[in-house]
């Protein structure tokens, strides 16, 4: 078993260190963090989005903003896209490709921005969801483990992070990036409390 677990820390370790290799993707880090900061300051909220554990990472980056990371301080808008009673009703009237851009379609506005999380780059709800809301004026961040995909035209930001060959390392990265972007996000608004 100690071989499988060794292995299983230097695949991780591995893909972090693709991760801080990447000039690019430090860069497209930087610049979402600039943008949800720009959309904040102007009244703006983030949206975010998944499917399965992504959807559990877009869960947990909205409690962080509106709850507490690390200290405490006001709570920011954020709301992953997760009410189990919207997603059944539109799952059930539409499909489950509209769950996100329903959602989207109802509660954004111009200037909002929304992340969605998709390991593959190309789960067709997200993908509606991008498009609805590059149409509303909403800034589209995307996160995902795989280069080229359907939702990397459509990314304002595409933070790639491939790290391996199945989901949970790009999983792991993806969690990186967004306790990354959080961080980012209280140093602006609450630097008294770093």
Known sequence: MKEFINASLLEAQTGLTQ????PEALVNIESTAQILIESFTSGGRVFSCGNGGSMC???HFAEE???RYRKDRRGLPANAISDAGHMSCVANDFGYDFIFSRYIESHARAGDVLI?????????N???????AREMGV??????GR?????????DVYINTPAGQFADRVQELHIKVLHILIELIERHFFPENY
């Open 126 to 132: 997200i993908v509606k969801a991008a498009t609805v």
């Open 116 to 124: 969605g999380i998709s390991t593959s780059g190309n789960s067709e």
């Open 57 to 59: 990472d877009a869960m």
């Open 65 to 67: 903003l509106t709850g």
């Open 19 to 22: 991760l801080i290799n990447n």
């Open 139 to 144: 800034k589209v961040i995307i996160l995902t």
């Open 147 to 155: 280069s080229p995909s359907k939702l990397e035209a459509l990314a």
